[in-house]
Nanobody, 118 residues
Framework: VPLVESGGGSVQAGGSLKLSCEVP????????IGWFRQAPGKEREEISC??????YYKDLAKGRFTTSRDIAKNIVYLQMNSLKPEDTAVYFC???WGCGGFYRYESWGQGTQVTVSS
């Protein structure tokens, strides 16, 4: 499954960014799309997952990040508000057959860099 992230960049603390994950497949609605991030020297963190039947957020995202999807455009979004320097990382999207621990992410995008300055 091809996935292409975009929308990363540099922003000051307190600012916002909206990331996009394009999934150009005919059966987009069948997938769960997860957002992840990885900062230098740190392990990859899961942020959220959205599918036809589910949407959940990990604690790091609650209150500041919002995930949504546009079925007509085959795009999943990650809206990030009130950004902090500790949000600096490479952000990835990934595809699975659903959301939740039962499903394994099998395809990954190339990532997009987000840098938040203080």
């Amino acid at each position: 499954v091809p996935l292409v992230e975009s929308g990363g960049g540099s922003v000051q603390a307190g600012g916002s960014l909206k990331l996009s994950c394009e999934v150009p497949v005919y059966n987009f609605d069948e997938y769960g799309i997860g957002w992840f991030r990885q900062a230098p020297g740190k392990e990859r963190e899961e942020i959220s997952c959205i599918s036809r039947d589910d949407l959940y957020y990990k604690d790091l995202a609650k209150g500041r990040f919002t995930t949504s999807r546009d079925i007509a455009k085959n795009i999943v979004y990650l809206q990030m508000n009130s950004l902090k320097p500790e949000d600096t990382a490479v952000y990835f999207c990934a595809a699975a057959w659903g959301c939740g621990g039962f499903y394994r992410y099998e395809s990954w995008g190339q990532g997009t860099q987000v840098t938040v300055s203080s």
